[in-house]
Nanobody, 118 residues
């Protein structure tokens, strides 16, 4: 059974940092592209950052220079380091794993809440 489990969300003040983790099980992790998405109330879910199976990364413009995505295939884990957080980063963050070749195979985690507020 495939599972993606996110952790690390919480409440942080503007300018602060958080680290989100996504741990995968039940899959050949190294064959999957993994992305972090977020969804704020009343807004569509958006892709924030992605790391390919080969290790290349991409970010939405609004988080470039503040967020860093990385993966450790030995631990089946993808991490999102979030620095200089802003109130507009407040959202539920979801981990998504999509097979790098067979794109119909994709999975979602349950989400973790990130709230940036003073």
């Amino acid at each position: 059974q495939v599972q993606l489990v996110e952790s690390g969300g919480g409440l942080v003040q503007p300018g602060g940092s958080l680290r989100l983790s996504c741990v995968a099980s039940g899959m050949l992790f190294r064959a999957y592209n993994v992305g972090w998405y977020r969804q704020a109330p009343g807004k569509q879910r958006e892709l924030v950052a992605e790391v390919s199976s080969g290790g290349s990364t991409d970010y939405v413009a609004s988080v470039k220079g503040r967020f860093t995505i990385s993966r450790d295939n030995t631990k089946n884990t993808v991490t999102l380091e979030m620095n200089s957080l802003k109130p507009e980063d407040t959202a539920v963050y979801y981990c998504n794993a999509r097979h790098s070749v067979l794109s119909d195979y994709y999975y979602w985690g349950q989400g973790t809440q990130v709230t940036v507020s003073s």
